[in-house]
T-cell receptor, first 114, second 110 residues
């Protein structure tokens, strides 16, 4: 049982490049989400999914796309990277029965956009 | 959407003392309030949580209290130890939308 696995751990992008941050969980969790963590701002919700085929926007969705084709995977796509997207990104998952429970977080992806 | 404020942003205590971190939330519909601990360079980890139908919950040296009327909740750590040093985040959730506070950096001095 690996929990929540994020790849890559580190990434440097040039402005305008695109990339996909991968997130996979093997706990059969229905709920998955993406957060970004910036100094002094805590964790801000980007997008979330309550199950395969269902996604919704969070607090800071602009510049990011997601899809949920399987229960296990929830990739985050940066369409055209900007320096403002330099951050640490965490994927989280939770078993949910209509109400959210405690999250299991991945180990994070540190992204730098130059 | 929900707005969560957390205080203080930094807290320094002597080993063995108690530490209290407070959070307020804006939406009275919030019904789930977890607390996470994040050590330097690591992922946040759930340490305790409380639901809106409970006023207090305790797990060994940590406890959380919830005041729904005032819309605030607090984390209490007793008999602090150096390994309690970390950043602590509170959060409030309405259904599937969970919002976090900005974090409190706790330092426990030996």
């Amino acid at each position: 049982n690996a929990g929540v696995t994020q790849t890559p751990k580190f990434q440097v992008l040039k402005t305008g490049q695109s990339m996909t941050l991968q997130c996979a969980q093997d706990m059969n969790h229905e709920y998955m989400s993406w957060y970004r963590q910036d100094p002094g701002m805590g964790l801000r919700l980007i997008h979330y999914s309550v199950g395969a085929g269902i996604t919704d926007q969070g607090e800071v969705p602009n510049g990011y796309n997601v899809s949920r084709s399987t229960t296990e995977d929830f990739p985050l796509r940066l369409l055209s990277a900007a320096p403002s997207q330099t951050s640490v990104y965490f994927c989280a998952s939770s078993y949910s029965e209509g109400t959210i429970n405690g999250y299991t977080f991945g180990s994070g992806t540190r992204l730098t956009v130059v | 959407g929900e707005n969560v404020e957390q205080h203080p942003s930094t807290l320094s205590v002597q080993e063995g003392d108690s530490a209290v971190i407070k959070c307020t939330y804006s939406d009275s519909a919030s019904n789930y309030f977890p607390w996470y601990k994040q050590e330097l360079g690591k992922r946040p980890q759930l340490i305790i949580d409380i639901r809106s139908n409970v006023g207090e919950k305790k797990d060994q040296r940590i406890a959380v209290t919830l005041n729904k009327t005032a819309k605030h909740f607090s984390l209490h750590i007793t008999e602090t130890q150096p390994e309690d040093s970390a950043v602590y985040f509170c959060a409030a959730s309405i259904g599937n939308d969970m919002r976090f506070g900005a974090g409190t950096r706790l330092t426990v001095k030996p």
